[in-house]
C-alpha cells in the first residue's frame, strides 16, 4: 500500500489520558488493572483496567444527545495530545468533507441500554423517555459523534469485528484514501467497560480472576479494559512533520474456524501478520518489535505465539501490553498501535506488566522488562470474535 | 469509482431471491407484501442452523444466492458485511437478563451477540480465509458498505461480495428503533467486466443534499424506509428494469452516493 502519515495521535485508558502518561505507564511497566468493584452493581470475580472520573464527565454541550460511557471516553482521548486541534487544521487543509472519520467499536452504547432496561416502565414494558438509541445504542453512534465533534463531513462509518475493530479502521481509512475519496482520515475506536462483555466473557470462563498475565506459565483469562485512541493518517505530503510516522502496511484475514476459538495454530493470525508485510513490502527483518495480541487465555496466546514463531522465527522482540491496560476489546486495536508508536518514537521495545514468568512452552522472544532501543518499524496484532484478525505495520518516516 | 455487478441475492417480505422478485421490482407484477421468508441455510452444519440467528441467516442465505448467481469462489473473495445493528434479539435477551439477580448469559448467545456474527458464520461455512469487514452506519449501512467495496476494488483490484441486512427489534427497542421487516441483500462486484457482469454500477460521493430516489410502489416503498438494508431496493429496481439509471443513495452528514446503473449487454 501507499504509506500514509501519521501527523497526530492521542489515547485515554487506565493509565491516563495521553500519549505522555501512558508512555511513562509503558516506561515503568506500570499497570492501571485493579479489582472490579462499584460498576453499577457487577458481581465478578475480576480485575479491569477502568478509566477514572467518566462518571462525573459530560459530553460538549450541543452534543448531549450522545453521552454515554463510551463516548465520554472517546473525548477524553479527542481532547489529549492536541488532538483536536490537528483535526481542525486538517479540516482547514483538505476541507472539512475531504476528512474521513473510520471508527472501531464493540460495545458502543450498550451500557446504556442495559441501565435503561433497569428503568422499563412497570404496565407497559417501555424503556424510559430519556433513551436515545441513535446516539448511544446505535453502533454508528460513536463514528457519528466522532464526525460531528471534529465538524468533518468525509466518508465514515462504524467497523465493528469485534476485537480486531480499531485495528480494521486503519485499513478501511488507507483504502478510502487510495480510492480518492477522501485526502486524510480520523481513524480510531472506544469501548466502554459494561456489564454485558463482564458477564458474558464470564460466562465463557474467559476472564481471569487475577490482573491479566499474557505469555504467563499461569494466565488463565483476560482483563477488561476501557479507553480509546486516535489517529490522523494523512497522504504524503511537502511540509509533514519531520519525525511523523507512517502507516506502512495492513493485513487482514479471517480464521475460517470458530466463533470464539482461535485456530490453533494460529493459521489466521499468520495470514494476517504476512499479508501486513507484503502490503509494508518488507521482510520478517525489518520488524523491531510486535505488540502482540495477547490477551492472556491460554488458547490465544498460544496460537498467536506459533504464528509469531511461524512468520518471525523465535527472535524478534515481542509483548503484549494488554496487562497494563488490560483488553481494550474494540478499542485494543488503536490502543496497541498508539503504543507501538511511542515505541518507534521514543526508542523502547515495552516490557509485559502483569506477566511474571513467560510459559516455556512458548516459543517467540518475549519481553519481560522494558529496554531502550532503535525501533525502526513495529507490528501490532489484532484478533477477535468471528476469527476476525488484523496486523498493522508501522514505521519511523525518515526510514522510509 | 467504477465496478461490474455479477451476481445479487435478495430476502425481504414478499421477496423471495433475485430471480423470483425481479418482475415485481421490474414494476411487471403486482408486489405483495408478505412475511419475509428465510430459507434454512445449507451453509451451516445442523447445531449451528439451530442457534444461529436471524441476521446470520438472512447473511448466509443472501450472500450463498449472490455467489451462485455469479459463479464466483466464496472460499476466494473478500467480503464487506454491514448492518445498522447486531443481532437484536440476543441484545434484548442479554439486557433482560443482566436486570435478574443471576445475571447468566448464555455463552453462546454473547458469543453470536457481536456485530460481526455474520461474517465470522459465512467464513466458516465458505472456508474462506480471505479479508472481510463488517461496518454499520445507522440508516446509511447500505451505502456506506457499497462505498467500503468501491474503495477496496479501487485499491486492490480484486472482486468483492457486499452483504447488507437488517431485522426488527424485539419491543421495548423497536420503539426506539422501529425496524418493520427483515431484508438482506448482497451484490458481488468485480473490478472488470466478465462475461458474467449484470450492469455497470458507478459511484461518487457527493457533499450535497439530494432527494433520495424512491419507488412508485407504496408497499416496496414502505419496506425501503423500514429496514437500513431496504435502502438498496431503487437500485435492485434499476437492475430488474434492466435501464440505465442514476439512483440516490442517502449517505451520512448531508452527503449523498450519486449511483449510475448501466446494464451489461
Known amino acids: 500500500m501507499q504509506p500514509l502519515l501519521i501527523t497526530r495521535f492521542s489515547i485515554a485508558n487506565c493509565l491516563g489520558a495521553g500519549t505522555a502518561a501512558v508512555l511513562e505507564a509503558v516506561r515503568a511497566k506500570r499497570s492501571g488493572l485493579a479489582p472490579c468493584e462499584d460498576f453499577h452493581g457487577a458481581a465478578v470475580d475480576t480485575w479491569v483496567g477502568r478509566v477514572p472520573g467518566l462518571e462525573a464527565a459530560g459530553v460538549r454541550p450541543g452534543l448531549e444527545e450522545y453521552d454515554s460511557r463510551t463516548n465520554r471516553v472517546a473525548q477524553m482521548a479527542l481532547e489529549a495530545d492536541g488532538f483536536s486541534a490537528a483535526a481542525a487544521a486538517a479540516r482547514e487543509r483538505y476541507g472539512a468533507d475531504r476528512v474521513g472519520v473510520f471508527i472501531g467499536t464493540s460495545t458502543s452504547g450498550i451500557l446504556e441500554a442495559e441501565l435503561a432496561y433497569r428503568q422499563r416502565d412497570p404496565a407497559t414494558g417501555a424503556l424510559p423517555g430519556g433513551f436515545r438509541y441513535h446516539a448511544t445504542l446505535s453502533t454508528y453512534a460513536l463514528g457519528e459523534f466522532i464526525g460531528r465533534y471534529l465538524g468533518l463531513t468525509g466518508p465514515s462509518f462504524v467497523v465493528s469485528s469485534a476485537c480486531s475493530s480499531s485495528a480494521k479502521a486503519f485499513g478501511n481509512a488507507a483504502r478510502m484514501i487510495a480510492a480518492g475519496a477522501c485526502d486524510a482520515a480520523v481513524v480510531g475506536g472506544a469501548d466502554s467497560l459494561c456489564l454485558t462483555t463482564l458477564y458474558g466473557f464470564k460466562s465463557l470462563e474467559l476472564t481471569s480472576r487475577h490482573p491479566c498475565r499474557p505469555f504467563d506459565r499461569e494466565r488463565d483469562g483476560i482483563s477488561l479494559g476501557e479507553g480509546a485512541g486516535f489517529a490522523l493518517l494523512e497522504k504524503p505530503r511537502a511540509g509533514a512533520p519531520a519525525d511523523a510516522l507512517m502507516l506502512l502496511g495492513v493485513g487482514e484475514s479471517s480464521d475460517a474456524y470458530h466463533m470464539s476459538t482461535p485456530h490453533p495454530e494460529g493459521a489466521g493470525a499468520k495470514l494476517a501478520m504476512q499479508r501486513a508485510l507484503e502490503s509494508a513490502r518488507l521482510g520478517a527483518a525489518d520488524i523491531d518489535y510486535i505488540n502482540l495480541h495477547g490477551t492472556a487465555t491460554p488458547t490465544n496466546d498460544a496460537a498467536e505465539d506459533q504464528a509469531v514463531v511461524h512468520v518471525f522465527g523465535a527472535s524478534t522482540p515481542c509483548s503484549s501490553t494488554k496487562g497494563a491496560t488490560g483488553h481494550l476489546l474494540g478499542a485494543a486495536g488503536v490502543t496497541e498501535a498508539i503504543i507501538s508508536m511511542l515505541a518507534v518514537r521514543h526508542g523502547l521495545l515495552p516490557g509485559s506488566a502483569q506477566t511474571r514468568s513467560v510459559d516455556p512452552a512458548l516459543k517467540s522472544n518475549y519481553l519481560l522488562e522494558t529496554r531502550d532501543a532503535r525501533v525502526r518499524r513495529v507490528l501490532t496484532n489484532s484478533f477477535g470474535f468471528g476469527g476476525s484478525n488484523c496486523s498493522l505495520v508501522i514505521g519511523d518516516a525518515r526510514v522510509h | ?265
Open chain 2, 1 to 265: 469509482m467504477r465496478a461490474y455487478i455479477e451476481g445479487i441475492g435478495l430476502l425481504g417480505p414478499g421477496l423471495r431471491g433475485w430471480d423470483e422478485s425481479r418482475a415485481v421490482l421490474a414494476g411487471a407484477e403486482p408486489y405483495r407484501p408478505a412475511r419475509t421468508v428465510i430459507p434454512p441455510s445449507e451453509l451451516l452444519p445442523p447445531a449451528e442452523r439451530r442457534r444461529a440467528g436471524i441476521p446470520v441467516k438472512l447473511a448466509l442465505a443472501v450472500g450463498r444466492e449472490a455467489f451462485t448467481h455469479a459463479g464466483r469462489d466464496a472460499a476466494s473473495t473478500p467480503t464487506v458485511f454491514t448492518s445498522s445493528s447486531s443481532d437484536g434479539a440476543i441484545l434484548h435477551e442479554m439486557c433482560e437478563t443482566l436486570t435478574t439477580a443471576e445475571r447468566e448469559l448464555s455463552p453462546t448467545r454473547f458469543m453470536n451477540s457481536v456485530h460481526n456474527a455474520a461474517a465470522g458464520y459465512w467464513s466458516i461455512a465458505t472456508r474462506s480465509r480471505e479479508p472481510s469487514t463488517s461496518v454499520c452506519c445507522h440508516d446509511a449501512s447500505f451505502a456506506a458498505g457499497l462505498l467500503e467495496c468501491a474503495a477496496q476494488l479501487a485499491a486492490d483490484g480484486r472482486p468483492v461480495a457486499l452483504v447488507s441486512y437488517d431485522e426488527p427489534y424485539p419491543e421495548p427497542l423497536h420503539a426506539t428503533r422501529p425496524i418493520t421487516c427483515e431484508f438482506g441483500v448482497a451484490l458481488i462486484l468485480s473490478p472488470e467486466e466478465t462475461r458474467r457482469s449484470v450492469a455497470a454500477i458507478e459511484l461518487e460521493l457527493r457533499q450535497a443534499d439530494a432527494a433520495e430516489t424512491r419507488l412508485a410502489d407504496p408497499g416496496l416503498e414502505a419496506a425501503r424506509r423500514g429496514n437500513p438494508a431496504a435502502r438498496s431496493l431503487p437500485l435492485l429496481a434499476a437492475l430488474a428494469r434492466g435501464s440505465a439509471e442514476e439512483i440516490v443513495l442517502k449517505y451520512v452528514a448531508g452527503a449523498h452516493l450519486r449511483t449510475r446503473i448501466a446494464p451489461c449487454r
